[in-house]
């Protein structure tokens, strides 16, 4: 699996679009782009992934760079409970194999 | 579905002792992973199973580690005997397979305290 980057952390106030950026320069035409996050204390949950294409569901929208170099998670109207940890995970898809987790970015929702 | 259920939630021990962490994934999902979480290591895939069949275990970290999945519905991780590095939470995910690769499926997960 193609090896991720991310800013330790960001900070956005509340109401906000909260723009997460990832690298994925080595990434890999089969592999799709997958963002998880990780609320305190509790276990990681699912956002959205894509592999080509901008994606959107009702959390959050994927912008994916033509490249498929980089990528952006953008949570439209970000509010305090946002606040987690975000990962970008670049992997094969078609099958439901193991993610491999990078140390994410801490996104912290202002008031 | 109630989710992913892992048990207990908390966990505290004195160093030497058995410890088994439990974990019940959703009905129907046919892969099944334990993690390790620590503030130094980050989240780490421990083993993962198939059909209840181990398919990696290369992230256990030595042979106090073991896991088990008699069946579809349910799958133990086990250390014995513990040490206080082994102090950590502990998650269990499940999936299914499908044409993209559905996501994966966290549990609560299982604070472990080793003293």
């Known amino acids: 699996d193609a090896k991720t980057t991310q800013p330790t952390s960001m900070d956005c106030a509340e109401g906000r679009a909260a723009n997460l950026p990832c690298n994925h320069s080595?990434?890999?035409?089969?592999?799709?782009v997958y963002w998880y996050r990780q609320i305190h204390s509790q276990g990681p949950q699912y956002i959205i992934h894509g592999l080509k294409n901008n994606e959107t569901n009702e959390m959050a929208s994927l912008i994916i760079t033509e490249d498929r170099k980089s990528s952006t998670l953008i949570l439209p109207h970000a509010t305090l409970r946002d606040t987690a940890v975000y990962y970008c995970?670049?992997?094969?898809?078609?099958?439901?194999?193991?993610?491999?987790f990078g140390s994410g970015t801490q996104l912290t929702v202002l008031p | 579905d109630a989710g992913v259920i892992q048990s207990p939630r908390h966990e505290v021990t004195e160093m030497g002792q058995e410890v088994t962490l439990r974990c019940k994934p959703i009905?129907?999902?046919?892969?099944l992973f334990w993690y390790r979480q620590t503030m130094m290591r980050g989240l780490e895939l421990l083993i993962y199973f198939n059909n209840n069949v181990p398919i990696d275990d290369s992230g256990m970290p030595e042979d106090r580690f073991s896991a088990k999945m008699p069946n579809a519905s349910f799958s133990t991780l086990k250390i014995q005997p513990s040490e206080p590095r082994d102090s950590a939470v502990y998650f269990c995910a499940s999936s299914s397979t499908g044409p993209l690769g559905i996501e994966a499926f966290f549990g609560q997960g299982t604070r472990l305290t080793v003293v």
């Open positions: 009905s129907g999902h046919d892969y």
């Open positions: 995970i670049v992997r094969v898809s078609g099958s439901a194999r193991q993610l491999t």
């Open positions: 080595t990434i890999s035409g089969n592999e799709y």
